[in-house]
């Protein structure tokens, strides 16, 4: 008689990750072993981690190629509608484990490499880089449900920057990730495509010429993108800046070594960094013009039917062609494409701006108005000449129409207008997408409501139908098969390994919640990954943490309204007597946002008095997590008690951090923003700790009249804490250092900190009494993540699919190639 598998063997049999068959780690052991040798030309006694690395890398990719070849000979026989996801930035994140999660090598990879190491080599913590990574998310999302989807960006040579944190102030230095080469990328110089600038239009009888520009060649370089274990390979197109020819040779020859290189290095600008002003124009142009040929280019050359021949009728581009625009970045696609469809393809503008719409589609990510693009009319007259013209013959139909529907509404028609008259003339980007989209969309319901209420009101009044939301996601399998296995283990147990396509799945786990056995499970995991943590923050960052402390995270990209300064207050309030509590917080600010950096300064300087207080011991810790990114996050998040989404409500357009820490265990403070909204409707509102205005509590506030010097007076603990840092309690060396932080609270503070903070300490309070019932915690643990089905990605893409695209998701596994042959 057999006895009982164990708990431990229970799983192995159920492990989401797949089994290791002898045959494969045989394979990848062999595989390995060639690449060391042959393709990065390295024996065992010179080799570094980083060439084992590559040499993985290279060995899990050439499962990849078969697919990819395979996906793309799939896509040309039966031509389907093709969506082209436009971006400034794709923050991808590793690619080694989330490839070996997505083709079920995870287990052999380990095994393997365990036995020609006879060490684990630690593929998990991964070389290669990232920042915060939605995008990749969405990429996964395409293939894993069978679309044919291609995302096009640039290929920076260099990304936003890496910070460093030196004497408590941001530093940035060159992200230089390129420097040792990337793996996983494929340069295409068959397809490099010429893109133009400056010059001049001539007007002639038979059409518009745009002459004597400046050429610049755009280099395309390819990045598989596989879907979840579907054998579906979709493709990654970032475009890299050449100069069209490496020498001026005349200058050459006459010793005039820096004048010959000068276009070069003009002309490669465009790809080297993220920047502003009239390089980051020159970026967005890049982008889509080549973008835009490429995508007329495989349309034509598609193969449709049984015919192998040219397509010539671009009528039918919409029905095979779908451009997402995310954000405003890529707004120039729209006048680009009808320079092409009017000035080279010779359509009616008639023609063309129907062929345009219906093609085009676009996501807005702020309901903040200056943080919509407006680029000034003189920057495009000298830069992009036809497209201005362009421009203004849209604008001149558009406000025709307006005028047509709102007779004599002249203000309206100001508001409603592509060219901002009033100062500088500027061309907004955003009225530019909604009127030459046939789609606009929020990226949550409370972001959608606040645009066609406030933002794009006009617009929503008098096109309705555009108009639709799409809540963003996460893909379970970067955001918790890879980096949470343990959870994904115990869920798995429970409910099976259904989950990782279907996150609905989920709602299985309300039946366990109050099971001892899997609150104890689900406990145990999150204890081992805040120990793991805790190990890796003394490591790097020389702090030592208690990881039975509650370990609270808030993960933002810097700015006012996300309310990093609402979490600096409830700091130093804990700190006014000590309580347990351990808080990481990571922000990066733009290298010019000075209130940004002041913010990070003001935090490291609290960290620096609470950290060596030998009366706090180790009840509460700040830690500012430096350069904090993809690779980080995977350990960061599942390690967190406490997540912070506490933005002023009706200012955050959805967040996707929220989404990953609820579904790695993490319980949401914040306020009713964002998708927070639907999170609580999702896990139910008493399962989260909601606190705060409300968006209706904000607009009346605003007719009303905020007076920060109110609460101040009113509330002992925020006028100790703005005394603490008006009087240089946390900076005794420099007393005024903060006098500006001080001033923007008090005077100037658009996001009405103060207003909350009464509200947000005694949610803090509540938080801290309930962390002390392990039990209860748990459970609401337990709900927050059987809640979670909605925040797929997944559901994400096949809205977009469905009610934008028109294009129908599919479940289909291809078949595999013969990858022996």
Known sequence: MSRPLSDHEKRKQISVRGLAGVENVTDLKNNFNRHLHFTLVKDRNVATKRDYYFALANTVRDHLIGRWIRTQQHYYEKDPKRVYYISLEFYMGRALQNTMVNLALENACDEAMYQVMNTPIGVRGGLSGGKHGRLSCFLDSMATLGLAAYGYGIRYEFGIFNQKIVSGWQVEEADDWLRYGNPWEKARPEYMRPVHFYGRTEHHPDGVKWVDTQVVLALPYDTPVPGYRNNVVNTMRLWSAKAPCEFRLQDFNVGGYVEAVLDKNLAENISRVIMGKELRLKQEYFVVAATLQDIIRRYKTSKFGSMEAVRTDLDGLPNKVAIQLNDTHPALAIPELMRVLVDEEMLTWENAWDICVRTCAYTNHTVL?????????????????????????????????????????????????????????????????????????????????????????????????????????????????????????????????????????????????????????????????????????????????????????QVKRIHEYKRQLLNCLHIITFYNPPRNLCVLLYIQAAPGYHTAKMIIRLITAIGEIVNNDPVVGDRLKVIFLENY????????????????????AGTEASGTGNMKFMLNGALTIGTMDGANVEMAEEAGEDNLFIFGMRVDDVEAMDRKGYNALEYYNRIPELKQAIDQIAGGFFSPKQPDLFKDIVSLLMYHDRFKVFADYGDYIKCQEKVSALYKNAKEWTKKVIYNIAGCGKFSSDRTIAQYAREIWGMEPSLEKFPAPDEKR
């Open 369 to 553: 108005p200056e943080a919509l693009e407006r680029w000034p009319i003189d920057l495009f007259q000298q830069l992009l000449p036809r497209h201005l013209e362009i421009i203004y013959e849209i604008n001149r139909r558009h406000l025709e129409r307006v005028a047509s529907l709102y007779p004599g509404d002249v203000d309206r028609m100001r508001r409603m207008s592509l060219i901002e008259e009033g100062g500088q003339k500027r061309v907004n980007m955003a009225h530019l997408c909604i009127v030459g989209s046939h789609a606009v969309n929020g990226v949550a319901r409370i972001h959608s409501d606040i645009l066609k209420a406030t933002v794009f009101k006009d617009f929503y009044e008098m096109d309705p139908y555009k108009f639709q939301n799409k809540t963003n996601g996460i893909t379970p399998r970067r955001w918790l098969v890879m980096c949470n296995p343990g959870l994904a283990e115990v869920i798995a147990e429970r409910i099976g390994d259904d989950f990782i396509r279907d996150l609905d799945q989920l709602k299985k786990l309300i039946k366990f919640v109050n099971d001892d056995a899997f609150i104890r499970d689900v406990a145990k995991v999150k204890q081992e990954n805040k120990m793991k943590f805790a190990v890796h923050l003394e490591e790097h960052y020389k702090v030592k943490i208690n990881p039975n402390s509650m370990f609270d995270l």
């Open 629 to 648: 990114r993809v690779t980080l996050a995977e350990k960061a998040i599942p390690a967190a008690d406490l997540s912070e989404q506490i933005s002023t």
